[in-house]
Structure formats: C-alpha cells, structure tokens
Nanobody
C-alpha cells in the first residue's frame, strides 16, 4: 500500500500562486508514475499533470506553461507549483501514484486539498 497526503491548498486571488505538496509513504518502491488530478464541483475528476520514472513530465493543455510538477525521490514528495491561477482552476486537487504489477494497474490516491481562486 501507498499512503499519500496532500497539503498546500487554500484561497488565492486570480493571478496568484500556490504550491501543493504530496508526501508519499508505505510501499513506495516501484511506483511508476505520480501525478495530480483535480475535480471541480459538478464535474468529473480530470488529469492535470504527471511525472514518470526517468523524470519526464506531462501536462494538460489547460495548465501548460502555468503549472510545474516535480518529484523529490529523496524526500518521497511530489509538488505542483501553480502560477497565474485562474478561477477555473478552482477544484479539489488529488495526488495520485500508479504501480504496474504483473500487468495490472494499481492507483493510490490522497484525500485531496481544496484550491479556490477568486476573481
């Protein structure tokens, strides 16, 4: 099992910045990917960004150029630096870790942290 705990959410004005962190613990070995998802009220959870083993990063078009994902393997943390925030970025943000084992995918989720961007 992998335990994920997010922190860093809050209320910010449009154009501002926030930094989310995710602390991973438990059986963190062989995690293949880590990323961030978000879910706005009345909407489905959507993928935001991810980093894979080797360090390559990927972003949703809606956040590209504004958000930066990073992973610190020594500290077992995942971060999301969010700049130039917009009201449409308001959502609960979830940390995600993925393991592949014997052809099966295993997803682990944090409890989420609220990000609210006021206009």
């Amino acid at each position: 099992q992998v335990q994920l705990v997010e922190s860093g959410g809050g209320l910010v004005q449009a154009g501002g910045s926030l930094r989310l962190s995710c602390a991973a613990s438990g059986n963190i070995f062989s995690i293949n990917r880590m990323g961030w998802y978000r879910q706005a009220p009345g909407k489905q959870r959507e993928w935001v960004a991810e980093v894979i083993n080797g360090g390559a990063t990927f972003y949703a078009d809606s956040v590209k150029g504004r958000f930066t994902i990073s992973r610190d393997n020594a500290k077992n943390t995942l971060s999301l630096q969010m700049n130039s925030l917009r009201p449409e970025d308001t959502a609960v943000y979830y940390c995600n870790a993925i393991k592949w084992r014997l052809g099966s995918r295993y997803d682990f989720w944090g409890q989420g942290t609220q990000v609210t961007v006021s206009s």
